[in-house]
């Protein structure tokens, strides 16, 4: 069965803290993707990776293919960093469809 | 901005009324991905369309279908509506081989 497991399910901190944000997926994904969604509803697609690392702007993940596990890293949160990010896998039978976590809530207090 | 337009943003129906939702995918996007997300959870995944065929279907009962319009928009139609219905609808549009995935902004559906 395709899983896709997140942690934690909140998370409050300080502004300028580094913050980490965990995902682990059962075997065969073709896809990894870190996905931001504001209390609007919109999903906007932070990174999509299949190995290694993936930097932009302050946001930095990472994917360990051996132990099947990714992170995402915020460096020198924000207030405005606080929304709910999402990890979610694809595998490559069946295609583009994604299997989301459960979502982090992330509350970056001033 | 996705390029991924859907409406209506926000409805309010009764229970056992019908309910259409659409979306205008990414131009020259020929994947189509429906999404529902109760509040507090993860989006679950309803159907995907690819070329006006359904390409795959999550464990959702019949009475959610969905079209494929040449155009490559797509419509999910929930007849028969329940109160755990209420959610919001993601749709998410691709193309085929192509992880890249954009994500529209959702419709609000909320069953009283």
């Known amino acids: 069965k395709n899983e896709v497991e997140q942690s934690p399910q909140n998370l409050t901190a300080q502004e300028g803290e580094f913050i980490t944000i965990n995902c682990s997926y059962s075997?065969?994904?073709?896809?990894l993707h870190w996905l931001q969604q504001h209390p609007g509803g919109g999903i906007v697609s932070l990174f999509m990776?299949?190995?290694g690392k993936k930097k932009h702007g302050r946001l930095i993940a990472t994917i360990n293919i051996q132990e099947k596990h990714s992170s995402l890293h915020i460096t020198a949160s924000h207030p405005r960093d606080s929304a709910v990010y999402i990890c979610?896998?694809?595998?490559?039978?069946?295609?583009?469809?994604?299997?989301f976590g459960e979502g982090t809530q992330l509350t970056v207090n001033p | 901005e996705t390029g991924v337009t859907q409406s209506p943003t926000h409805l309010i129906k009764t229970r056992g009324q019908q309910v259409t939702l659409r979306c205008s995918s990414q131009?020259?996007?020929?994947?189509v991905s429906w999404y529902q997300q109760a509040l507090g959870q993860g989006p679950q995944f309803i159907f995907q369309?690819?070329?006006?065929?359904?390409?795959g279907r999550g464990n959702f009962p019949p009475r959610f279908s969905g079209l494929q319009f040449p155009n490559y928009s797509s419509e999910l139609n929930v007849n028969a509506l329940e109160l755990d219905d209420s959610a919001l609808y993601l749709c998410?549009?691709?193309?085929?081989?192509?992880?890249?995935?954009?994500f529209g902004e959702g419709s609000w559906l909320t069953v009283v």
């Open positions: 369309y690819y070329r006006e065929e359904e390409n």
């Open positions: 979610a896998a694809s595998w490559e039978t069946s295609g583009s469809r994604l299997t």
């Open positions: 990776l299949s190995s």
């Open positions: 998410a549009s691709s193309l085929a081989g192509i992880h890249t995935i954009y």
């Open positions: 131009s020259g996007h020929n994947t």
């Open positions: 075997v065969g994904i073709s896809a």
